[in-house]
């Protein structure tokens, strides 16, 4: 068995969550470059010079998960999916700090769509307003905002994501398809009415 598949890191993880400390230090080096991948997904679409990189919020996100003992850890999977809700947080909070800071301006506004391939030179994802979409989202279809948290955020694979929520890989799509579609809709109204 390899000492980096997915096999190896759940076992971990089920050693974490029944209370082995040193399980924790074992995953770590196992699974932080796949949370700098996440990382980087996230800085993607924050401007240049930004004050949060994205080793700084691997570390944020590291922080909060050690904390977190009363995760039911399942598998890999549902570990990055956690991961990338705690590390959507940390981006959330500190985007309302940074406007809040720059008010009576307002953050650079860019549609869900365009956020799936946001390149360095465009203006900074606007992380508060897909959060307010996404938490609007979840009121009605808690499922469908967990897909996009999971896929857009987390990198997650349709298969990984499928698991996670015990659903099936055609369900998944559907969900993927249909809250992106209401996302940019979503956005694109919010959009309209903060200008």
């Known amino acids: 068995m390899s000492t980096k598949g997915p096999t190896n890191v759940t ?3 089920l050693a974490w969550r029944d209370g082995e400390e040193a399980a924790l230090a074992s995953l770590m080096p196992l699974v932080h470059l796949e949370l700098r991948q996440i990382a980087r997904r996230f800085m993607n679409g924050e401007i240049v010079g930004h004050t949060l990189q994205a080793t700084a ?6 922080l909060r998960l050690i904390d977190a003992k009363a995760v039911d850890w ?3 999977a549902h570990f ?3 991961s990338a809700t705690v590390m959507r947080r940390i981006l959330v909070d500190h985007a309302r700090i940074r406007n809040a800071q720059k008010r009576p301006g ?17 203006p900074a994802f606007d992380f508060v307003a897909l959060d307010d979409a ?11 905002s967990r897909v996009i948290e999971m896929r857009f955020f987390g990198g997650l694979t349709v298969e990984e994501t499928a698991s996670v929520l015990k659903v099936s890989t055609d369900t998944v799509m559907r969900d993927w398809k249909l809250a992106k579609a209401w996302l940019q809709r979503e956005m694109r109204q919010r959009s309209a ?3």
């Open 11 to 13: 076992q971990l993880l």
């Open 57 to 62: 919020l691997v570390n944020e996100a590291y």
């Open 74 to 76: 399942r598998d890999r």
């Open 80 to 82: 990055f999916s956690v």
């Open 106 to 122: 307002r953050a650079a506004r860019v549609s869900f769509d365009e956020a799936l391939v946001v390149a360095d030179e465009q």
């Open 134 to 144: 996404l938490e609007a989202l979840a009121t009605f279809d808690d499922r469908k």
């Open 193 to 195: 009415r903060n200008r």
